[in-house]
Structures are given as C-alpha cells and as structure tokens.
C-alpha cells in the first residue's frame, strides 16, 4: 500500500512474462498500436496524440517540457509539493523562466491565485501536479486549467500519482498534455511514460524555431513511429519496452472493463473510507480540507509520541506503507498508497495493520476503532 509501485494484478504480470518478440514482429505492432488508440480512452483525450515512450515518469515531464518549451518561454508553476519543484528545475533546464504560485504544505494554489499570478501576462505555459505524491494534496486541475486557457497558456498536467484513478476529464477540462508513469494507477511495472498531448500542445511543437534540446525525448523522432504503430506498421528509433507495452495493454483493458468514471468513483469511496478510519484513530491528515485530501494517496501525520518507527512496525504487520517525502514534515508523518487494484478489504487490513503496529509501540489505542469507522463509512457509501 505504497504510493508506487502499487501491486499488480496477475494477469498483467503475465503478461510481462509472456515471451519477448521483436518490436517490428506483427503480433507486437497489433499491441503497441491498439495500446496508443487505448490511451485517448483512459486519458479521456480523445483527439490527442499518445506518446508510450521507454522511462519513468521524470521523463515523461522531460518530454513536456523539452518538446514545447524554448529560452526564455515564461512559465509558472502551481506548485504543491516536491514533483511540482522538480518540474520547475526541468523547466529551467530548457531554459524557461518560471514563477510559483505555492501554498503552505497540506494545502493548493486556488484557481483565484492562478489567475492572479497570470495577469502580470505573457506566460506560455501552466504546469499543475494532479495529485502531489508528497502530500496527498489533489490540485483543482480542473479550475486552474480552465483559468490557465483563459489567459492563453498552454496547460500541463502531471499526472502521475493521479492518473487512472484520480477524476481527470483531460480534454473537457483543457489540459494540453497529461503525462503520467506506468507504476502507479495505470497498474503496470515502472518503466514506462505515457503522455497524451492536444491538437494545440502538436501545433506549438511543430512551430518550434529551434530544435528540442533533448535528443530522446524529442516529438521529431517519436511522431512518427507513434503514427507508424498506430496505423498497424513496424517503425524504429528507440527499442520499446517490449514486455511493459504488453501489460500496458493488458492493463489498460481492464481499466476501461471497469468503466473510468466506475473507477473514480471506487477510488473516492475507498479513499473517504480509509480517512475516516485514520481520523477514528486520533490521527489527522496532511491536507488541510477534506476537499484537498487525494483519492489515489492519504498522508497522514504520526499520533503525538509515535514517528517514523510506525512505518517499519505496520509493515511487521503485513502491510508497507511509505514513509515522509516532504523536507518541512518527512519526519511527522507517513503515506498509504491506494489505487488502482485496491478494493475495501485492502483499506480494512491496512488499518488494521496500523492499529497493531501503533499497539506494538505502545500507543494506547482503541484496538478497533479505525477499522469499524472505514466499514461503517463503506456501508453508507
Ligand atoms: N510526479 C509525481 C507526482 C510523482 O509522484 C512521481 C514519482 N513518484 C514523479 C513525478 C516522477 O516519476 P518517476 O519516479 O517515475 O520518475
């Protein structure tokens, strides 16, 4: 129950054990092609251009970024957390010149701040974390997206921690490029970005004046091998994550079986659920309103007397949850992952599991409590 790698449902590790053909073999076109047409259906963009590119999700944000940004693009960055910081580093190594709107940790810039932050002007693009990993805080990315085209700004949004399990409705709500990673709610093994990007994100590439500064990432080398596999022929520049691509396609079949909106839905209610039972235990959670609080992540801070020594006593129990990543709190509290394949028993034995370990280190807790407010909350949701 770590905010990823999540655990991986057997038919899509089957699938990365099936044998490695080549990535020009027809059987393997069919997948990579069929896994691209799939992408628009979760990402819920369907007019954009699908990337599967091999690399983790810090990639997928160099790709964003290196594809549409040129020196001195003026950028600004909605920041909540550690990946919002590292896509600000990425923007300035391409040479943008970037501004925050920040909150105060556990809480999100407003739409109001956003649009505030943009009417000094000029900026070309807005970058927003979906949900940021560090502390369980979901974005209004459907306000600020709405704000950021307002003023003209192209919009990207890392989804990582959110997509396929935190709501997204990527093109009605105007987000550009939705970048994600395989090893979080989309349910596939670490190793691969996934980006969709808008009619308007292609055409600012292809009017780039001068050439990406990132040869991997570059949209000039990958357009056209997306384009090649999607009409159902082989195409090279860089070898594929052959395997990967194959549970990717695999998992994202499932995920459309179960229906996105079916699938946002379980996320929220496993989610209140899980907070209900972390607030029956005495403990309070790091965003700030309830509002606020991630559908795909809870982080939660320690009961008084108790600190990182909770993380390793749960995990004695039988449940792995992460520790802090935050550097102004990554002593005071600790983050369950839950998404994708999670379902209400997982929520119940995860809090169990907490409930145990804070009793083996000598909290006085009410052996119980936290696990009877989750059922109760799963029985009126
Ligand atoms: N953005 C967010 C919100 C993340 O949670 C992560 C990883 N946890 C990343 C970006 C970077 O992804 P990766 O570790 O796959 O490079």
Redesign the pocket.
């Known amino acids: 129950m770590i905010?990823?790698p999540i655990e991986f449902s057997p038919d899509v590790m089957a699938a990365m054990a099936e044998p490695t053909t080549s990535h020009v073999a027809p059987d393997f076109v069919e997948i990579f092609g069929e896994s691209l047409e799939l992408m628009r259906e979760v990402f819920l963009a369907p007019s954009a251009q699908p990337f599967i590119l091999a690399?983790?999700?810090?990639?997928?944000?160099d790709a964003a970024v290196s594809n549409l940004v040129q020196a001195g693009d003026r950028a600004l960055t909605v920041n909540s957390g550690?990946?919002s910081d590292?896509?600000g580093d990425i923007l300035r190594r391409y040479g943008a010149e970037v501004e925050n709107v920040s909150a105060p940790v556990g809480d999100a810039p407003t739409p109001e701040a956003v649009s505030d932050a943009l009417g000094a002007g000029a900026f070309k693009l807005v970058t927003i974390?979906?949900?940021?990993?560090?502390t369980g805080v979901v974005a209004d990315a459907e306000g600020i997206a709405r704000v950021a085209k307002d003023a003209g700004c192209l919009v990207i949004l890392?989804?990582?921690?959110?997509t396929a399990g935190a709501e997204c409705f990527t093109e009605d709500w105007g987000v550009d490029v939705h970048l994600t990673?395989s090893?979080?709610a989309i349910g596939v093994p670490?190793g691969l970005?996934l980006l969709t990007v808008s009619p308007e994100a292609m055409a600012v590439f292809h009017a780039r004046t001068e050439p990406v500064g990132s040869y991997y990432a570059d949209f000039e080398q990958w357009l056209p091998i997306m384009e090649a596999y999607e009409s159902r022929g082989p195409a090279y520049f860089g070898t594929p994550a052959v395997n990967l691509v194959a549970a990717l396609n695999v998992s994202l079949k499932n995920i459309l079986a179960e229906g996105m909106e079916a699938r946002f839905a379980r996320h929220r209610r496993l989610a209140a659920a899980f907070r209900a039972g972390i607030r029956a235990l005495g403990m309070k959670i790091v965003p700030v309103q309830e509002s606020l609080a991630a559908s795909t992540l809870t982080a939660a801070y320690y009961p008084r007397g108790i600190g990182p020594e909770l993380v390793p006593a749960v995990a004695a129990e039988g449940v792995f949850t992460a520790g802090g990543l935050h550097p102004e709190i990554k002593q005071e509290y600790f983050r369950i992952g839950h998404m994708g394949d999670v379902n209400a028993s997982d929520i119940l034995a995860t809090l169990g599991a907490i409930e145990r370990g804070l009793c083996v280190r000598g909290h006085d807790v009410d052996a119980g409590a936290g696990v009877r407010a989750a059922e109760e909350a799963l029985c009126r949701m």
């Open positions: 905010p990823g690399g983790s999700g810090t990639l997928a944000m550690y990946f590292r896509m974390t979906h949900v940021d990993t560090s890392d989804g990582v921690c959110g990673a090893q979080k670490p970005a």
